[in-house]
């Protein structure tokens, strides 16, 4: 692998040490929870994980791109600046850029190391945790409950300074012991009265388990323990009863032993999955979903889980199966919004959705998803479709479709996209004919617009932006739950280096990453049904979006970890974008900041820091009552979406809370009402799509989105 780094097509991307703070960061990532048949929870708005990253190894590259194209070069108000594919002198790589950008001061820089060298294992300190959600809206967890009670409570915060790294260097390496359990077992210790307290306690309630005395059972939305069978049965009932308890002792002694958040959360990831692992519903021996299988079918239930189970770890990432691979298609049964593709660029497809309205809004509406995602978590079936909403109130929408990288796009870093966004605005304002244009960013599409329009503040091209538009974006990584907790420099140099060689990052990886944060939703739930069972997974739209993975090029990924490293983005001139230094506090437009209050990929108070950091005086926070994806798949037909609202924007999120009143009903009405002041006046809709410079390519969904 050391001659790899001699190549000369790798040869841009000299070893180098990172010097860079030891504070984590956490960045973005689509995911949440999925309450499915056999997972715990009872929430309405079920969701994953795991988001999509890309196809892993072995993945042919991407097919050869059409011929025809329109040229977006002429009405672009800035020149490309991705990464040259000639060497670079890494002497001055800084963030966002590859030596050919310069940055002002406070950029990262990196030292050239004397000799290229892998990153040995023993550089990369790899640790375990759980995500952080605030105490103010987390509830209290009955006891034994493991952290993740399948839907309302989130285990724990995934972001990509923690999941990308471990997306590269692996997801096992968390397991093993460190320096935070040695110094667990030392406070502990020094507490020989509270273990001793907490050991007789768990001795008297096994005590009563033995005799039949104890009251202890799971919470009643334990879909785990369901079947009736756990509290029927006598010796079903003392095993379960002896988790619960065990359990329960386990989590009181780490909170007994008071360390600090960083240790706390890589603890409480492990105990997390350790507790998830070992519950007895797993257990084929003993589990009644498993007998009452092998009763049914005959026997047969054993041989076709074993057959999932073995097809299922053959290759990454080697987790059950959540939804079958030919459950939806896409253009049929997703992504079916009527419009055109109206642009097409190595990087990028850009959508136009046909109007339904007579008149529309004079300034269009631009979505930006997120880059190591496709495009139709926004456009899932009819009645779901956030597009098809937006479209519905007289807006002309348009959406960025990515293409999903190979090798070949490996030089592919920040600076790329945000190009592609700005020809995304400027075809998108040439079509409309409109002198400001509307932008909502998704997870790190909202990264993304955040540093667009800094770069357009600094340029003095800002007034082309009527609103900007968060869903679920971290602009501040400060202490940010579970993937901040595992971060350090050495995991970071080797996941760099990983992906490197690749030229991508394993999007397969990465949300088998995603799924042990939540074990019990999207590992065990479907171990049970999958292999105890041998039943197909039910369809999910959501499941499928994020089993249809993307994959990220390795300059991307360096960026997100630098930038996520050294929390640049609340850093002004720390990061840049297409020469342009990132100052949020430039970003004066109307601002619409959305956050869900279970979000464990982006927690709710993490999220709501952006209020401190755009510039504007007119910015509207709203917390949706659901998880990372389902805040966003929020439509205005589910009878028990709510959202919370404030006065103001006061310094802390508790503050905010606070005042906050909570709203029936989904957030989309309220982001389309307060969107119309924002969008000009009314005309005529469009007959035709396109314009005569950018003609249409094709219906959507367009091709990028179809390829694997």
């Known amino acids: 692998m050391v001659d790899s780094y001699q190549n000369p097509v790798v040869h841009d991307f000299m070893p180098f040490e990172i010097k860079l703070s030891k504070l984590g960061a956490c960045l973005y990532a689509p995911g949440g929870q999925a309450a499915a048949q056999h997972g715990r929870g009872d929430q309405d708005n079920s969701e994953l994980a795991h988001p999509s990253g890309c196809h892993g190894q072995n993945v042919p590259d991407c097919p050869a791109l059409p011929q025809q194209r329109n040229d977006l070069r002429p009405v672009l108000s800035s020149g490309p600046t991705s990464l040259p594919v000639g060497p670079v002198d890494s002497r001055d790589v800084r963030i966002g850029v590859s030596g050919c950008n310069n940055v002002g001061p406070g950029g990262l820089s990196f030292r050239n190391m004397a000799s290229p060298r892998l990153v040995n294992e023993k550089d990369v300190i790899t640790v375990a945790a759980e995500t952080h959600i605030d105490a103010t809206v987390n509830s209290a967890r009955t006891a034994g409950e493991s952290a993740d009670t399948g839907g309302a409570e989130s285990a724990g915060a995934g972001s990509l300074d923690l999941l990308l790294p471990h997306a590269t260097v692996g997801v096992l390496r968390r397991f093993r012991p460190d320096a935070s359990m040695a110094r667990y077992a030392l406070r502990l210790a020094g507490r020989p009265k509270t273990v001793a307290a907490r050991y007789g306690k768990l001795a008297a309630e096994l005590a009563g388990i033995a005799a039949g005395r104890s009251a202890t059972a799971p919470p009643r939305r334990d879909r785990r323990f369901a079947d009736p069978a756990w509290s029927g049965n006598p010796v079903l009932k003392r095993i379960l009863q002896t988790y619960l308890a065990v359990g329960q002792t386990s989590e009181e002694l780490l909170a007994d032993a008071e360390l600090d958040w960083r240790d706390d959360a890589r603890l409480k990831f492990v105990l997390t999955n350790l507790l998830a692992a070992s519950a007895p519903s797993n257990n084929p021996l003993i589990s009644p979903a498993a007998w009452k299988a092998f009763i049914d079918t005959g026997g047969l239930s054993i041989l076709r889980g074993t057959r999932a189970f073995v097809s299922d770890m053959a290759s990454s990432p080697r987790i059950p199966t959540m939804v079958a691979p030919d459950a939806f298609e896409i253009g049929k049964d997703l992504a079916v919004t009527p419009g055109v593709v109206v642009a097409r660029t190595d990087v990028f497809e850009l959508i136009q959705y046909r109007p339904t309205t007579p008149t529309v809004h004079q300034f269009p509406l631009l979505m930006v998803p997120p880059m190591i995602n496709k495009y139709y978590i926004t456009d899932l079936a009819p009645g779901r479709s956030m597009l098809e909403f937006f479209v519905a109130q007289g807006y002309q929408v348009f959406v960025i479709?990515?293409?999903?990288?190979?090798?070949?796009?490996?030089?592919?870093?920040?600076?790329?996209?945000?190009?592609?966004?700005?020809?995304?605005?400027?075809?998108?304002?040439?079509?409309?004919?409109?002198?400001?244009?509307?932008?909502?960013?998704?997870?790190?599409?909202?990264?993304?617009?955040?540093?667009v329009s800094a770069h357009l503040s600094a340029t003095g091209q800002l007034d082309q932006v009527a609103s900007l538009c968060l869903g679920v974006t971290l602009l501040d990584m400060t202490q940010a739950g579970t993937t901040v907790s595992l971060m350090d420099e050495g995991t970071a140099k080797a996941s760099i280096l990983a992906s490197r060689a690749r030229g991508y990052m394993d999007g397969r990886t990465l949300a088998g990453v995603f799924a042990w944060l939540r074990p019990d939703d999207l590992i065990w739930n479907y171990w049970v049904n999958n292999y105890l069972q041998a039943k197909t997974p039910p369809p999910f739209d959501i499941l499928y979006w994020n089993a249809d993975t993307t994959r990220m090029p390795a300059a991307l990924h360096r960026n997100f970890i630098e930038i996520a490293m050294s929390n640049a983005l609340t850093k002004p001139g720390t990061a840049s974008m297409l020469g342009s230094p990132v100052d949020l506090s430039k970003i004066d437009v109307d601002s619409y900041v959305v956050a869900g209050i279970d979000d464990h990929i982006a927690p709710w108070p993490a999220a709501y820091r952006a209020t401190q950091l755009l510039g504007s005086s007119d910015i509207r926070f709203v917390l949706s009552n659901s998880g990372h994806i389902a805040a966003m798949v929020n439509p205005s037909s589910n009878p028990k979406a709510s959202f919370r609202l404030a006065p103001g924007n006061p310094p802390g999120h508790r503050e905010w809370l606070a005042q906050a009143e909570t709203i029936q009903g989904s957030w989309w009405p309220d982001y389309t009402t307060w969107l119309t002041d924002r969008s000009g006046d009314m005309k005529q809709a469009p007959r035709t799509l396109g314009s005569a410079k950018f003609r249409p390519l094709g219906p959507a969904p367009g091709t990028y989105v179809l390829q694997r």
Not at 413 to 428: C, F, I, L, Q, R
Not at 431 to 437: H, Q
């Open 401 to 451: 479709s990515w293409r999903n990288p190979g090798k070949d796009a490996r030089n592919w870093d920040v600076n790329t996209y945000g190009d592609a966004m700005m020809a995304s605005v400027s075809t998108a304002r040439e079509i409309t004919k409109a002198p400001k244009i509307n932008i909502i960013g998704l997870c790190a599409g909202g990264i993304l617009s955040s540093m």
